[in-house]
Nanobody, 116 residues
């Protein structure tokens, strides 16, 4: 599975961004979004399970971030609204190939900076 995240940038507090994760190769069971801020551990943000279409977002971003995917199972999106400076991080997408596997395929991240 090859993954490419895009859509990051500089946005003011309260603004919105939509990140995309383009997947190619083997269709994965789940694609997840993670983020890592400077000096902090990597944090799980959300995921989509392609087999059921179910989505999940972490409590830390619930109500502000939503996860979706296209019907070709090739692109996953992270819609981020009401962004806060604390959301500043490098955002990565990753794939878990089977229902029992971990996120073992990672793409390059995209930088999101929330600042006035």
């Amino acid at each position: 599975v090859q993954l490419q995240a895009s859509g990051g940038g500089l946005v003011q507090p309260g603004g919105s961004l939509r990140l995309s994760c383009a997947a190619s190769g083997r269709i994965a069971d789940r694609i997840g979004w993670f983020r890592q801020a400077p000096g902090k551990e990597r944090e799980f943000v959300g995921r989509i399970r392609w087999s059921t279409g179910s989505t999940y977002v972490a409590d830390s971003v619930k109500g502000r971030f939503t996860v979706s995917g296209d019907n070709t199972q090739s692109t996953m999106y992270l819609q981020m609204n009401s962004l806060e400076p604390e959301d500043t991080a490098i955002y990565y997408c990753a794939a878990a190939v089977t229902a029992s596997s971990t996120y073992e395929h990672w793409g390059r991240g995209t930088q999101v900076t929330v600042s006035s």
